[in-house]
């Protein structure tokens, strides 16, 4: 087991199968973890959408891709750019829209790495706060975040298994 620090770089197209695969790899064990039953979790089709998607992010121009890599393997993923609601300022936010970290590897940095790398987006762009979402089930991933100062803004969706998506916000703005 090796916990060298990992490799930050741009994604490409030719990443995307592993990014799937990883992508494919996290979810699966945050909402096994949460509850969801294998039906829940495994539909025809649900891989070559998710394939779909991450090629269309690699290839965004307003969207920003990073694979952390050890040893030529893609080991966590990060995706960010402007917030999808309408209802969050642009102009002043960047949206955190994906960190997953291959199942195994938890623990190692690897996601401290790529919250990092968020958090210089942020600031590269002089916006001051981040906001995500995440399932409220996804235990892991919800101490994650309040670990790096993210809290609940009120806002959320529904989500699978009966459970929401919560929007986290995270200030870069010292609190007087």
């Given at each position: 087991?090796?916990?060298?620090?990992?490799?930050?770089?741009?994604?490409?197209?030719?990443?995307?199968?592993?990014?799937?695969?990883?992508?494919?790899?996290?979810?699966t064990a945050?909402?096994?973890?949460?509850?969801?039953?294998?039906?829940?979790?495994?539909?025809?089709?649900?891989?070559?959408?998710?394939?779909?998607?991450?090629?269309?992010?690699?290839?965004?121009?307003?969207?920003?891709?990073?694979?952390?890599?050890?040893?030529?393997?893609?080991?966590?993923?990060?995706?960010?750019?402007?917030?999808?609601?309408?209802?969050?300022?642009?102009?002043?936010?960047?949206?955190?829209?994906?960190?997953?970290?291959?199942?195994?590897?938890?623990?190692?940095?690897?996601?401290?790495?790529?919250?990092?790398?968020?958090?210089?987006?942020?600031?590269?762009?002089?916006?001051?706060?981040?906001?995500?979402?995440?399932?409220?089930?996804?235990?892991?991933g919800q101490?994650?975040?309040?670990?790096?100062?993210?809290?609940?803004?009120?806002?959320?969706?529904p989500g699978?298994?009966?459970?929401?998506?919560?929007?986290?916000?995270?200030?870069?703005?010292?609190?007087?």
């Amino acid at each position: 087991m090796t916990t060298s620090r990992p490799l930050l770089r741009t994604a490409h197209p030719d990443d995307v199968d592993q990014i799937t695969d990883l992508h494919t790899l996290a979810r699966t064990a945050y909402y096994r973890a949460g509850g969801l039953s294998e039906a829940d979790l495994v539909s025809p089709g649900t891989r070559t959408g998710r394939r779909e998607a991450w090629l269309r992010a690699v290839q965004a121009d307003d969207r920003t891709v990073l694979c952390a890599e050890r040893e030529g393997e893609v080991v966590g993923v990060l995706a960010m750019g402007p917030p999808y609601e309408a209802d969050v300022d642009a102009t002043a936010v960047g949206q955190l829209y994906q960190i997953h970290v291959r199942p195994g590897l938890w623990g190692q940095g690897i996601g401290g790495c790529l919250h990092a790398a968020f958090v210089r987006f942020l600031r590269d762009r002089a916006l001051d706060t981040g906001v995500l979402e995440a399932w409220e089930r996804n235990s892991r991933g919800q101490a994650f975040y309040a670990r790096h100062g993210w809290k609940p803004d009120g806002h959320h969706r529904p989500g699978p298994g009966g459970a929401r998506y919560v929007r986290l916000r995270l200030s870069l703005v010292p609190e007087v």
